[in-house]
């Protein structure tokens, strides 16, 4: 570190050597894989705060590119017209909705806390560790097994970011990630296709409620819906609203 | 008082020792009919209509009333309720139904689908012949009801359609949108007519075209929007007429009167009464504590159809025939036969839960207040013949009032969602309610339940329509299909 501008003055008095823009744009080149090669090397306490310090960065990275693309996305939005198309007797009234919603999430909340579930599937198999979690062997001789693979459907959140894969114990395969759930609504029997906000509890294990596997019996949060299938089978997460 | 005393003396005969009563017939504005005549107290609803008829010589149905009481089973029974004095003179009033009867629509026979976006305005021709629905994918589409197959898409809406109106002759429709332009369409070829409307700098909220009976050409339209102005345009021309500015806030509904007055409600609490001739505020009615949402004119019905009449209404929708005099003057008296002595009654629903019921042509003070509901008012409606009126509320139900006084009648219970629309059958009998929970519900009016539940829609239905010669109901929703419902 400099500690005074004689690298600039002399900068100034001489200008630049010929392939220092070269140099440069190639060692920061060079950088992306120096740190990988450092990532995959470090081992003891070091690279565990190292690997603390990456993961958060990592995180801000999709962060900021996630609302660059949004960004650049809205502009040929801005073209279409909007969804959600209402009657002009229902264009002033935004308000009630969310309103109605604040309300039955309170309600909801309420009935959580009083431990009143009335719940369509009570009583569900109990799935154990070797159905759900599959183990996978790493190390030179393939003899290290303390990878785990989930074998079920499991939803991660929106600001999901993998951990570094050496450290990764649970891997969640990107195939059996799902997005959305047909949800029914049991009085007026109509099924409509939502979002999924977050799983709730998953019967078998507090455990698989963590990671966010999705079994027969699972109750997932929005307004709360029950699964009523078993999605690792079909191929979609079918589910009961819960009024 | 006596109580019937039946003594057999024969198998034969029998010898029935009844009260007898006087009873003076009269219609609903009380005039009196003949003299007042003696009859048995256990008379039936149909030995009265058949002295009706006789004496009226036109072979139509009729309803009696004792005391805003309905005669149902006997004249006996009614008057036992009521507890009245079998000694005077009773005044029964009758009521004419209408003659054609419209049967109650049971089954969904095409779901037309074609819209991108959800449905959110449908409206029958005033004949019944054509069928229009606006959409938020920006289009407006006409639909063939005797294939029910979509026959034109017409596109130039920029944003959302929010609402159509079609003109009382059927030929040309008005349709607002979201960027506030008003587009005329024809709906033979599904072309624009003439240019756009521009004007406004806010969405359009309702569309009325200018009754039959005042100008068959059908030039004048007056839409309102969310600038708090109302536009009258020249549609022939193309231009803008007049500019109404008065309220202060977004203009919800404009009703154009039959006798040459425009009645507008606003978010501002307010009601305005124009001379539509000069565009000159004639009153302002206050009252309501909310926004008010909808308006309804007893009239309504009438100036919709123009010179249609649906008791004349065949299979296959016809167009209306005729010198532009002819029909004028057809609508003219279907229009005073309809508004009677008196003249328009208006009722507006609000935000504040109630409804009033006024006489804006006299004065500045309602009739009634018509409270009840426990969610804002979102549709009202008088049902054709003007005796009733209905109420779409965001409670779930259904209320029906008494057209003149504003009484209540009756609740309509059923719906799971907010009712967001109703319409009513041409003759009076039956009403069908679309709302929220993406069912329709056909009510009875004269038993007061449900006569049929349509269920189909997958999502919430946001406008209902039934046609005016009875034969079909139309919905549209958040779903983007458009149902057709028949008997």
């Known amino acids: 570190m400099p500690q005074n501008e004689h690298i600039e003055l002399h900068r100034k008095r001489h200008g630049y050597r010929l392939d220092h823009h070269e140099r440069k744009r190639k060692k920061e080149s060079r950088e992306v894989h120096e740190r990988s090669h450092k990532a995959r090397k470090m081992i003891g306490l070091k690279a565990k705060l190292y690997h603390k310090q990456r993961h958060a960065e990592k995180i801000q990275m999709k962060k900021t590119i996630k609302m660059h693309e949004q960004r650049k996305s809205k502009q040929k939005d801005d073209d279409k017209t909007p969804e959600g198309a209402v009657p002009a007797y229902l264009l002033d009234r935004e308000g009630q909705s969310r309103a109605k919603v604040l309300s039955n999430m309170i309600k909801q909340k309420r009935k959580e806390k009083a431990g009143k579930w009335e719940v369509p599937l009570p009583k569900v198999r109990a799935q154990g560790e070797t159905e759900v979690l599959k183990v996978i062997r790493t190390g030179k001789r393939q003899k290290k097994a303390w990878k785990r ?22 891997i969640r395969p990107m195939g059996l990630r799902f997005k959305k759930a047909h949800v029914t609504h049991p009085e007026l029997k109509a099924t409509f296709c939502l979002p999924i906000l977050g799983v709730k509890k998953n019967p078998s294990s507090s455990l698989y409620t963590t990671l966010g596997v999705i079994t027969k019996g699972t109750v997932i949060w929005g307004k709360y819906a029950q699964v009523t299938n078993n999605p690792e089978n079909d191929g979609c997460i079918n589910a009961v609203l819960l009024v | 008082t006596h109580r019937a005393v039946i003594t057999h003396s024969s198998p034969f005969q029998t010898y029935v020792d009844v009260e007898r009563v006087l009873i003076q017939l009269q219609d609903e504005t009380g005039e009196v009919l003949g003299s007042p005549f003696d009859v048995p107290l256990d008379i039936s609803p149909d030995k009265l209509q058949l002295v009706c008829n006789a004496l009226l010589q036109k072979p139509v149905p009729y309803l009696f009333f004792v005391k805003d009481a309905e005669v149902v089973s006997s004249l006996g029974s009614c008057v036992q309720e009521l507890g009245l004095e079998t000694e005077q003179v009773l005044p029964v009033v009758y009521q004419p139904q209408a003659v054609f009867r419209v049967r109650a629509v049971a089954r969904c026979t095409s779901s037309l689908e074609g819209h991108t976006e959800a449905v959110i305005s449908v409206a029958f021709s005033p004949t019944g012949k054509y069928l229009a629905s606006g959409s938020g994918d920006t289009t407006v589409r006409f639909w063939d009801l005797s294939t029910e197959t979509p026959h034109h898409t017409a596109r130039g809406h920029t944003h959302w359609v929010l609402s159509i109106a079609w003109s009382p002759d059927g030929k040309k429709l008005a349709s607002g949108c979201k960027n506030s332009q008003i587009f005329l369409w024809d709906p033979i070829t599904g072309s624009q007519i003439g240019k756009t409307l521009t004007g406004h700098t806010k969405w359009i909220t309702w569309l009325c075209w200018e009754p039959l ?11 309102t929007s969310k600038d708090c102005s109302i536009r009258i345009w020249d549609t022939v021309l193309g231009r803008c007429d007049k500019i109404l500015t008065g309220h202060t806030h977004s203009v919800t509904c404009v009703k154009w009167g039959g006798d040459g007055l425009l009645y507008t409600s606003s978010q501002d609490r307010t009601i305005k009464v124009w001379r539509a001739k000069d565009g000159v505020q004639c009153r302002t009615l206050q009252g309501h504590a909310h926004w008010v949402n909808t308006l309804a004119l007893s009239t309504d019905y009438v100036l919709r159809t123009g010179a249609f009449e649906p008791a004349t209404a065949t299979i296959n929708p016809q167009d209306l025939t005729g010198s532009l005099d002819e029909i004028k003057e057809k609508a ?9 002595e008196g003249h328009e009654r208006l009722v507006s629903g609000s935000d504040d839960f109630t409804m009033f019921l006024w006489n804006p042509a006299e004065e500045k003070k309602p009739v009634a207040r018509l409270t009840g509901h426990q969610a804002l008012v979102n549709e009202v409606l008088f049902s054709p013949d003007t005796r009733l009126i209905a109420s779409a509320s965001f409670d779930k139900s259904i209320k029906i009032w008494d057209g003149k006084t504003g009484k209540y009648l009756n609740s309509l219970r059923g719906h799971v969602g907010p009712v967001y629309q109703v319409a009513w059958s041409a003759d009076s009998r039956l009403l069908v309610s679309g709302s929220s929970d993406s069912t329709l519900k056909v009510w009875d009016i004269k038993k007061g339940k449900l006569n049929a539940d349509l269920p189909g829609h997958a999502d919430e239905v946001f406008a209902v329509d039934w046609s005016p010669d009875g034969q079909r109901v139309a919905s549209g929703g958040k779903d983007k299909c458009l149902r057709i419902w028949r008997k």
């Not at chain 2, 003219?332 to 009677?340: D, E, F, I, P, Q």
């Open chain 2, 332 to 340: 003219l008296k279907r229009y005073n036969s309809v508004r009677g």
């Open chain 2, 213 to 223: 009976h005042l100008n068959p050409e059908c030039r004048y339209l007056a839409s």
């Open chain 1, 149 to 170: 693979m989930v074998t079920k459907v499991c939803f991660v959140g929106d600001g999901f970011t993998r951990k570094p894969p050496k450290y990764e114990r649970f």
